[in-house]
């Protein structure tokens, strides 16, 4: 398996034979430390995991099957399909984050 690297945070590996992935999870991982950091709550662990599953409930999933060599031509066609609602998703998911925060709990 090879690792696609989306940021820092995350890191896919490209199946070597036939395999599935969320789209909408990829897409939510790359684009979430980018949004929390210029719209959201503070940055540490508990604050990203609250958003990304904030904004993975309130979007549909979309599995593909993807082979090798096939991740990054998928995830360009889907990010241009579903680019708007999943910055919808993740803009309200750190306005929600951002008024009632789960760490220190």
Same mark, same amino acid.
């Given at each position: 398996? +090879?690792?696609?690297? /989306? ?7 490209? *199946? !070597? ?12 991982? +790359?684009k #979430?430390p980018? =949004?929390?950091?210029?719209?959201? *709550? @503070?940055?540490c662990?508990? @604050? !990203?995991?609250?958003? &990304? #599953?904030?904004? !993975?409930?309130?979007?549909p ?9 096939d /991740?990054? *031509?998928?995830?360009?066609v =889907? +990010?241009? &399909?579903?680019t ?5 998703q /993740? /803009?309200?998911? @750190? &306005?929600?984050i951002?008024e ?6």
């Amino acid at each position: 398996e +090879e690792e696609i690297a /989306l940021d820092d945070s995350h890191k896919f590996e490209e *199946p !070597l034979h036939p395999g599935y992935i969320n789209v909408m999870q990829v897409l939510v991982e +790359e684009k #979430a430390p980018k =949004y929390i950091q210029m719209f959201g *709550p @503070c940055p540490c662990g508990r @604050c !990203l995991a609250d958003v &990304k #599953a904030f904004t !993975l409930n309130h979007l549909p999933s979309k599995y593909v099957v993807i082979e090798r060599g096939d /991740l990054i *031509p998928r995830l360009t066609v =889907y +990010e241009g &399909k579903f680019t708007s609602d999943v910055t919808a998703q /993740l /803009l309200q998911a @750190c &306005k929600v984050i951002n008024e009632r925060p789960h760490h220190g709990r």
